[in-house]
């Protein structure tokens, strides 16, 4: 049975990354947190969708 990835969890994304930029995580358990947490398909889709960061 294959398995299905669960949708982005936005808030999940951010926590892990509070936590890295205030030093309460390890940079490795940051990384496995933000792609558990589905970085890479919020990633992917920003992209397909063309969008621009804000300067």
């Known amino acids: 049975m294959p ?3 669960p949708a982005p969890d936005l808030a999940k994304i951010q926590l892990a990354w ?3 930029e205030k030093g309460e995580e390890q940079p490795g358990r ?6 558990t947490a589905g970085l890479d398909s919020v ?3 920003l992209v397909e969708s063309g969008w621009k960061p804000a300067l």
Do not use: P, R
């Not at 940051?30 to 792609?35: D, E, N, V, W």
């Open 18 to 20: 509070d936590k890295w």
């Open 30 to 35: 940051t990384l496995a947190a933000l792609k």
């Open 3 to 5: 398995f299905d990835k």
């Open 43 to 45: 990633l992917k889709q």
